[in-house]
């Protein structure tokens, strides 16, 4: 233990960010030297490579790959115990923010979250991957991500570890072209059965809101199509007879970019919430109280634009 210093934890972590000894050294602000000083104690103590030297920079190890979530709560520990020491000031805050989403909101919130990043904060890089449910929450608890947003189909006050915020309420639309037959009058459940489906979904057939309230029906959704992500859904079925279930500020902002209309279902109390989440050793972080603030405002803007869509 008293051969680990922040510094080497530092130059850990940045070196599996930049894959260039030069690089660390001039973002941390060191001499070459003594960033490779810093990686042969590393390796010394871990008695392994970490780093692999490539034409390309440094390929680190299966090992390295091991401890970097490790290194990173650590040194998150560390940090948290000198928060509040200093004013946090957005438009010189150097760091990574990591979030974790559905394609729903990757494609709709992320993009205006980033843009308005942007503008207050530069030397923010945002990082987003496809997680959802409880696989973003367990990114947040290894410390993978900082914040995660979508929908949750389990009680969020039920873990203790986990801080959230009730972004807004949502609700299923059915979507397809403009021309589209089934759009000529009032849904009914029966139509919604027989209609040709696409369901948007990394991780093939799953059920919602929509197939619980066909179910009681006896009913359920013919789908014919399951792609990945929501462009693809979109650009299919602005061209097709499929028809996909949307949550409704989704359908109403991506009306203009694709030729879709949208109709409310015929469910009662289909009703979800759309939560941001984060772990609880984040929730006096300056930075993430920030970042809560910029999601506010990027959810009020677009519940304008859905608004005046509808």
Request: negative net charge; proline residues 5%; without cysteine.
């Amino acid at each position: 233990m008293r051969l680990i210093d922040t510094t080497i934890l530092l130059v850990f972590l940045e070196t599996m960010r930049q894959r260039q000894a030069t690089a660390v050294a001039r973002e941390m602000g060191l001499t070459q030297p003594a960033v490779s000083h810093a990686l042969k104690r590393l390796r010394n103590l871990y008695g392994d490579p970490l780093f692999l030297r490539r034409a390309h920079g440094l390929e680190p190890t299966a090992l390295a790959h091991e401890l970097e979530p490790k290194v990173r709560r650590i040194v998150r520990l560390l940090t948290e115990t000198l928060e509040g020491l200093e004013e946090f000031d957005p438009s010189s805050a150097a760091t990574d923010l990591r979030i974790g989403a559905f394609d729903f909101e990757l494609t709709g919130v992320i993009p205006e979250l980033v843009a308005q990043l942007r503008t207050a904060s530069p030397n923010i890089n945002v990082h987003a991957f496809p997680l959802q449910n409880r696989d973003a929450l367990e990114a947040l608890d290894q410390g993978q991500i900082d914040l995660g947003i979508g929908y949750f189909d389990f009680p969020l006050n039920s873990d203790a570890s986990f801080v959230s915020e009730s972004l807004h309420s949502e609700h299923y639309v059915l979507a397809g072209r403009r021309d589209h037959p089934i759009f000529a009058q009032s849904l009914t459940l029966g139509q919604v059965a027989e209609a040709h489906h696409l369901l948007v979904s990394p991780y093939g057939a799953n059920r919602n809101l929509v197939d619980h309230a066909l179910h009681l029906q006896g009913l359920k959704r013919n789908i014919q199509t399951v792609v990945p992500s929501l462009f693809a859904a979109l650009s299919i079925v602005e061209n097709t007879d499929l028809v996909v279930t949307l949550p409704s500020r989704i359908a109403a902002n991506n009306a203009g970019r694709f030729n879709i209309t949208h109709s409310p279902l015929p469910i009662q109390g289909g009703a979800f919430g759309i939560h941001a989440v984060r772990h609880r050793r984040d929730a006096t972080n300056p930075l993430h109280i920030w970042l809560l603030e910029k999601l506010r405002s990027v959810v009020r803007d677009q519940a304008a634009v859905a608004t005046e869509t509808n």
